[in-house]
Nanobody, 115 residues
Framework: QVQVVESGGGLVQAGGSLRLSCVAS????????MGWYRQAPGKQRELVAV???????RFADSVKGRFTISRDDAKNTVYLQMNSLEPEDTAVYYC?????????WGQGTQVTVSS
């Protein structure tokens, strides 16, 4: 059993910053990739950023230069630092942990950016 819990969402003005955290717990042996996705109302869920076990990263074009992703394997935690937020970043942000080839999702955290 693996649990994934996100935190750190909220309401922020355009240009502001937020830091999301995601902690995995339970039967954790070795986490492969850790990533963040988001889903805005009426839109499909999309990749925001992912970090591999070796620290390699990939970002959506829309967030490059504004968001950074990092992980702390000792804490089974992945972070998403979001700077220069825009109203278009408003969405529910989901964390996904890949463990032994299987993906585990969190319940999501709401990020709302006001103009």
């Amino acid at each position: 059993q693996v649990q994934v819990v996100e935190s750190g969402g909220g309401l922020v003005q355009a240009g502001g910053s937020l830091r999301l955290s995601c902690v995995a717990s339970g039967s954790i042996f070795s986490i492969n990739a850790m990533g963040w996705y988001r889903q805005a109302p009426g839109k499909q869920r999309e990749l925001v950023a992912v970090i591999g076990s070796g620290g390699d990263t990939r970002f959506a074009d829309s967030v490059k230069g504004r968001f950074t992703i990092s992980r702390d394997d000792a804490k089974n935690t992945v972070y998403l630092q979001m700077n220069s937020l825009e109203p278009e970043d408003t969405a529910v942000y989901y964390c996904k942990i890949v463990l032994l080839g299987r993906g585990y999702w969190g319940q999501g955290t709401q990020v709302t950016v006001s103009s």
